[in-house]
């Protein structure tokens, strides 16, 4: 079976002000589709691979090769971060997920303040995570395409929130400052979403 690039879930200029249409074309057309089209290429070259989903194939990673790894992880971690933003998104998160957050963190504010360190102490290229890993909420960051459900990841866990930290990701808006754009993500996030992963998650 051949993997499909999934349409943005909103237009691209749907995010504005906070990412920028350009970015977002650029970053969905370009780089999310160069994943497709590479994990499309590398599992052709191995017949013997059957595949069912991503998740599958993320779950042991190690079993494949460097391509795999790095383009299969592309196109699960984009397909998640597309689902997880939303135009007027951001606000104090809802439903359990919220209450859950606040239990585990001490506020929204604290947690918020842990997240983006995790994002911008990440060195280089890779992504800041919000997991459930053994029942609680953590967060975590990987390197490159590498995500929680990844059998080589660090920490382990299910996804609830990703946020990309590479520099395809804001550079044309923030250049090097990486902060803003963090600080831009919480505008942007769909708690409803999110606590619809948390739900299947725990
Ligand atoms: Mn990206």
Avoid: C
Wanted: aromatic fraction near 12%; charge should be negative; glycine fraction near 6%.
């Amino acid at each position: 079976m051949a993997f499909e690039l999934p349409p943005l879930p909103y237009a691209n200029n749907a995010l504005e002000p906070h990412f920028d249409a350009q970015t977002m074309e650029i970053h969905h057309d370009r780089h999310h589709a160069a994943y497709v089209t590479n994990l499309n290429n590398a599992l052709a070259t191995t017949p013997t691979l059957t595949v069912k989903s991503i998740e599958e194939l993320m779950v042991d990673v190690s079993k494949y090769g460097a391509a795999v790894r790095n383009n299969g992880g592309g196109h699960y971690n984009h397909s998640l971060f597309w689902k997880i933003l939303k135009p007027n998104g951001g606000g104090e998160p809802t439903g359990r997920l919220g209450k859950d957050i606040a239990a585990t963190f001490g506020s929204f504010e604290k947690f918020k303040e842990e997240f983006a360190k995790a994002a911008v102490s990440r060195f280089g290229s890779g992504w800041a995570w919000l997991i459930v890993t053994e029942g609680k909420l953590a967060i975590s960051s990987t390197p490159n395409q590498d995500n929680p459900i990844m059998d080589v990841a660090e920490v382990k866990g299910i996804p609830i929130l990703a946020l990309d930290v590479w520099e395809h990701a804001y550079y044309l808006k923030y250049q090097n400052k990486r902060a803003d754009y963090i600080a831009a993500f919480w505008n942007l996030i769909n708690w409803d979403e999110a606590n619809v992963l948390y739900a299947a998650a725990n």
